[in-house]
């Protein structure tokens, strides 16, 4: 395992995987740190994309004479959402 083989480095060797250790885990750290700051922001993203998706949807629908009920059922917009496109 990797701990029988650390345990058998000597100190130059342990301090030089120390450093490779520990830039690794502050490069994870940083990777992991950008993707929460990020992360509402992504999520808001895509969610008017899919929000825009739908509503284009509805529209085209509209556009075929479909039943509202039937456009809500489909896009998961309200019938009021509809209503106002």
Known sequence: TESSKVSKFSKKEFEAYQKVYHKEWDHNAMVDGIFEEFADEINAKVAESVSERERKMARE????KEPIDKISRYTGLSEEEIRKL
């Open 61 to 64: 629908m509209l556009a075929d």
